[in-house]
């Protein structure tokens, strides 16, 4: 990340992002929110880190998570889920 530029105080914010947001929508708890969160970090990563003409296969990886992830923001994770059985 520094080597683009990208100061090295913001890695603790990436790791708990990618890690908080995954266990989040592993145990399905407050998915939507963060599939949000996911799906725009994917975007993001997708266009600063990856959007050299060397590197399409990774850019294109990037913007088809995010898609998913706009999916589950939009449609949720379904029953087995801690958001579902929360709302009971």
């Keep these: ?3 683009l530029g990208v100061p090295a105080g913001l890695l603790p914010l990436v790791i708990f992002v990618e890690l908080g947001g995954g266990l989040a929508l592993l145990f399905g708890l407050q998915a939507r929110v963060a599939a949000l969160g996911l799906g725009v970090f994917s975007v993001l ?8 003409a060397d590197d399409s296969i990774n850019f294109m990886k990037n913007l088809a998570m995010a898609g998913g ?7 949720g994770v379904g029953r087995l889920s801690l958001d579902h059985l929360l709302e009971k």
């Design 1 to 3: 990340m520094e080597s």
């Design 45 to 52: 990563t997708a266009f600063l880190f990856h959007g050299g």
């Design 69 to 75: 992830l706009f999916y589950i923001m939009l449609y």
